[in-house]
């Protein structure tokens, strides 16, 4: 059985923790670590079964696999920790590979894997055979309810409001690169995207806050010599207006897969 350490216990770190202690997910916890140590010790204590609250070097030192939940910013510092430690990292800051490829390079370089879970989206297996062969276009669109994209340096860069919001508006249309720079805690289905597909530069991403909308909802379109592909997702949001609920299964489920010897899909 693998041993997989935690850093972070927002709701993805949560949502393993609570996996795990219930039994539906079939790995030991080596021990967690967070940026705010009080609220996590005190998650800790709601569990039957709760692992060790550990520093970071103990962590990685403990763990087979170290699961990143922590945010875009820890995940250049944290890989470059994990792969001289031999050890495999899944990041799902997905966004901070955009900006930091080293890291993709430096798991290539030293065989530790770099696992990047579907989190939020499906249809990845899909866009990675389509692209095999020639793609004409891949386009993303979000739509999010208003709080799920406020705060977003974006908006506040642009001076954007979405206060008192009666109708559908477009807040972003750019590349996945600018797309991940500008919401890094929203959009990063569409690094996802775009690392399984055409790359950041050519896939294309609109963003659009929706008031009275109840989930984040996401097309794909991907076109290409294969014919056309059309994913559509309508994600109920969990405690983090900015976090659907299934990219933390998702993440529960790709641990899983790490550990399983058999694989489904590509």
Do not use: W
């Not at 692209?131 to 993303?140: E, F, L, R, S």
């Not at 008031?211 to 109920?236: A, M, S, Y």
């Amino acid at each position: 059985m693998k041993t997989v350490g935690i850093v972070g216990c927002g709701a993805i770190g949560r949502a393993l923790l609570n996996a795990a202690d219930s039994g539906r997910l079939s790995v030991r916890i080596a021990g967690i670590t967070s940026r705010t140590e009080k609220s996590a010790r005190e998650f800790l204590s709601t569990l039957n079964s709760p692992p060790p609250y550990l520093p970071l070097q103990d962590l990685i030192a403990a763990s087979d696999l170290v699961v990143e939940a922590a945010g875009g910013s820890v995940v250049p510092g944290l890989a470059m920790e994990v792969f001289a430690a031999g050890k495999d990292l899944m990041v799902i800051s997905i966004g901070a590979l955009l900006d930091h490829p080293e890291i993709m390079e430096s798991s290539r370089r030293t065989g530790c894997r770099l696992y990047m879970p579907s989190g939020a989206i499906a249809g990845l297996d899909g866009i990675k055979s389509a692209c095999v062969g020639q793609i004409t276009h891949v386009t993303m669109t979000t739509r999010k309810p208003p709080n799920g994209l406020e705060g977003a340096p974006h908006m506040i860069q642009n001076g954007i409001s979405l206060a008192g919001l009666s109708e559908e508006k477009e807040v972003f249309s750019g590349t996945a690169r600018a797309a991940c720079k500008g919401f890094p805690a929203n959009v990063n289905v569409s690094a996802a995207v775009s690392l399984a597909g055409i790359g950041p530069d050519r896939t294309r991403i609109r963003i659009l806050a929706v008031p009275g909308l109840q989930r984040n909802c996401h097309d794909i379109e991907v076109e290409g010599e294969f014919g056309r592909l059309h994913i559509h997702i309508e994600n109920v949001p969990s405690e983090n207006p900015k976090t659907g609920k299934l990219t933390a299964l998702s993440i529960v489920r790709a641990v899983q897969d790490v550990v399983d010897p058999v694989r489904i899909g590509n």
